[in-house]
Protein backbone atom coordinates (compact mmCIF):
# COMPACT_ATOMS: atom_id res chain seq x y z
CA UNK A 1 0.00 0.00 0.00
CA UNK A 2 1.29 3.43 -0.93
CA UNK A 3 1.52 6.11 1.58
CA UNK A 4 -0.30 9.27 0.18
CA UNK A 5 1.04 12.68 1.01
CA UNK A 6 -1.79 13.35 3.87
CA UNK A 7 -0.72 10.38 5.04
CA UNK A 8 2.95 10.90 5.08
CA UNK A 9 2.69 14.33 6.54
CA UNK A 10 0.89 12.90 9.59
CA UNK A 11 3.27 10.66 10.22
CA UNK A 12 6.50 13.74 9.83
CA UNK A 13 4.17 15.69 12.26
CA UNK A 14 4.04 13.02 14.65
CA UNK A 15 7.65 11.82 14.65
CA UNK A 16 8.21 15.85 15.48
CA UNK A 17 6.30 15.33 18.34
CA UNK A 18 7.06 12.40 19.17
CA UNK A 19 10.85 13.34 19.39
CA UNK A 20 10.16 16.95 21.53
CA UNK A 21 8.61 15.09 24.16
CA UNK A 22 11.37 12.12 24.05
CA UNK A 23 13.52 15.33 24.52
CA UNK A 24 11.34 16.89 27.05
CA UNK A 25 11.16 13.58 29.53
CA UNK A 26 14.37 13.17 28.79
CA UNK A 27 16.00 16.33 28.94
CA UNK A 28 18.86 15.91 27.00
CA UNK A 29 18.79 17.61 23.49
CA UNK A 30 22.11 15.90 22.35
CA UNK A 31 21.12 11.97 22.70
CA UNK A 32 17.66 12.60 21.60
CA UNK A 33 18.77 13.95 18.35
CA UNK A 34 21.56 11.03 18.11
CA UNK A 35 18.67 8.50 18.82
CA UNK A 36 15.98 10.27 16.11
CA UNK A 37 18.81 11.05 13.66
CA UNK A 38 18.24 14.64 13.68
CA UNK A 39 19.99 17.46 13.87
CA UNK A 40 20.45 19.66 17.18
CA UNK A 41 19.44 23.12 14.99
CA UNK A 42 16.22 21.48 13.43
CA UNK A 43 15.11 20.00 17.13
CA UNK A 44 15.47 23.78 18.49
CA UNK A 45 13.48 25.07 15.20
CA UNK A 46 10.57 22.37 15.94
CA UNK A 47 11.09 23.04 19.94
CA UNK A 48 10.42 27.00 18.98
CA UNK A 49 7.97 26.70 16.53
CA UNK A 50 5.72 24.44 19.41
CA UNK A 51 6.42 26.97 21.76
CA UNK A 52 4.83 29.17 19.66
CA UNK A 53 2.47 28.10 17.96
CA UNK A 54 1.77 24.47 19.98
CA UNK A 55 1.26 21.06 18.13
CA UNK A 56 -0.23 23.33 15.37
CA UNK A 57 3.41 25.31 14.34
CA UNK A 58 4.60 21.65 13.94
CA UNK A 59 2.67 21.04 10.54
CA UNK A 60 3.91 21.48 7.06
CA UNK A 61 3.39 25.10 6.06
CA UNK A 62 1.85 25.35 2.67
CA UNK A 63 3.07 28.58 0.36
CA UNK A 64 -0.09 31.03 -0.45
CA UNK A 65 -1.21 30.81 -4.49
CA UNK A 66 -0.16 33.78 -6.30
CA UNK A 67 2.52 34.94 -3.35
CA UNK A 68 5.89 34.39 -5.87
CA UNK A 69 7.36 37.62 -6.21
CA UNK A 70 8.86 36.40 -9.52
CA UNK A 71 5.73 35.53 -11.05
CA UNK A 72 4.40 36.17 -14.73
CA UNK A 73 1.73 39.07 -14.18
CA UNK A 74 -1.48 38.72 -15.89
CA UNK A 75 -0.95 41.16 -18.52
CA UNK A 76 1.93 39.50 -19.83
CA UNK A 77 0.25 35.83 -19.39
CA UNK A 78 -2.09 37.26 -21.69
CA UNK A 79 -0.11 38.44 -24.32
CA UNK A 80 1.57 35.56 -24.59
CA UNK A 81 -2.27 33.35 -25.00
CA UNK A 82 -3.13 36.20 -27.40
CA UNK A 83 -0.14 35.92 -29.51
CA UNK A 84 -0.67 32.09 -29.39
CA UNK A 85 -4.21 32.40 -30.59
CA UNK A 86 -4.24 35.06 -33.65
CA UNK A 87 -0.79 34.69 -34.51
CA UNK A 88 0.37 30.91 -34.15
CA UNK A 89 3.48 32.16 -32.97
CA UNK A 90 6.05 29.31 -31.04
CA UNK A 91 7.16 29.76 -27.59
CA UNK A 92 11.10 31.39 -29.22
CA UNK A 93 8.63 34.04 -31.47
CA UNK A 94 6.46 34.73 -28.34
CA UNK A 95 9.51 35.39 -26.48
CA UNK A 96 11.59 37.32 -29.03
CA UNK A 97 8.36 39.37 -29.87
CA UNK A 98 7.62 40.19 -26.43
CA UNK A 99 11.37 41.31 -25.88
CA UNK A 100 11.10 43.53 -29.00
CA UNK A 101 7.83 45.53 -28.82
CA UNK A 102 7.22 44.89 -25.14
CA UNK A 103 10.14 45.18 -22.95
CA UNK A 104 8.95 42.30 -21.45
CA UNK A 105 11.99 39.80 -20.28
CA UNK A 106 10.52 36.31 -20.23
CA UNK A 107 12.62 32.89 -20.73
CA UNK A 108 11.27 30.12 -23.67
CA UNK A 109 10.95 28.11 -20.90
CA UNK A 110 8.52 30.42 -19.26
CA UNK A 111 6.65 30.95 -22.03
CA UNK A 112 6.36 27.36 -22.40
CA UNK A 113 5.27 27.02 -19.03
CA UNK A 114 2.53 29.53 -18.96
CA UNK A 115 1.05 28.28 -21.95
CA UNK A 116 0.52 24.49 -20.78
CA UNK A 117 -0.75 25.55 -17.59
CA UNK A 118 -3.83 27.62 -19.67
CA UNK A 119 -4.38 24.60 -21.20
CA UNK A 120 -3.25 25.30 -24.98
CA UNK A 121 -1.70 22.05 -26.99
CA UNK A 122 1.82 22.81 -28.74
CA UNK A 123 1.81 23.76 -32.64
CA UNK A 124 1.63 20.78 -34.89
CA UNK A 125 4.85 20.19 -37.06
CA UNK A 126 4.41 20.55 -40.24
CA UNK A 127 6.28 17.46 -41.39
CA UNK A 128 5.55 17.06 -45.00
CA UNK A 129 7.34 19.65 -46.18
CA UNK A 130 10.58 19.44 -44.37
CA UNK A 131 10.18 16.03 -46.01
CA UNK A 132 10.13 17.58 -49.78
CA UNK A 133 13.34 19.46 -49.61
CA UNK A 134 13.41 23.22 -50.83
CA UNK A 135 11.28 23.97 -53.37
CA UNK A 136 13.15 24.57 -56.93
CA UNK A 137 12.22 26.69 -59.21
CA UNK A 138 12.79 27.33 -62.80
CA UNK A 139 13.52 30.55 -64.61
CA UNK A 140 12.99 30.92 -68.69
CA UNK A 141 16.22 33.11 -68.60
CA UNK A 142 19.13 31.30 -68.39
CA UNK A 143 21.82 32.82 -65.63
CA UNK A 144 18.88 34.60 -63.88
CA UNK A 145 19.39 34.93 -60.09
CA UNK A 146 22.82 33.47 -60.15
CA UNK A 147 25.25 34.79 -57.43
CA UNK A 148 28.74 34.81 -58.13
CA UNK A 149 31.58 35.58 -55.69
CA UNK A 150 34.29 37.29 -56.13
CA UNK A 151 37.85 36.82 -54.28
CA UNK A 152 40.65 38.91 -54.99
CA UNK A 153 43.94 37.65 -54.35
CA UNK A 154 46.83 39.49 -52.98
CA UNK A 155 50.81 37.20 -53.93
CA UNK A 156 54.05 37.50 -51.93
CA UNK A 157 57.20 37.27 -52.92
CA UNK A 158 60.38 38.42 -51.82
CA UNK A 159 59.90 41.62 -53.53
CA UNK A 160 57.15 42.32 -51.31
CA UNK A 161 53.45 42.51 -52.76
Known amino acids: ME ?7 CLRWKFKLRVLEFAKDYGKVKETCEMFNVSRSTCFNWK ?20 CPKR ?8 MLN ?14 YLERY ?15 RNGV ?3 KRNIAKRAMGPARYAKETSGHHVQVD ?11 K
Not at 3 to 9: D, M, Q, V
Not at 150 to 160: A, I, S, W, Y
Open 48 to 67: RRFDEHCAKGLLRKRREADT
Open 121 to 123: KPL
Open 150 to 160: VKCLVFHTNEG
Open 83 to 96: LRKEYKLGTWCIKW
Open 3 to 9: KTREIEH
Open 72 to 79: INQRTVEL
Open 102 to 116: HDINVSESSVCRTLK
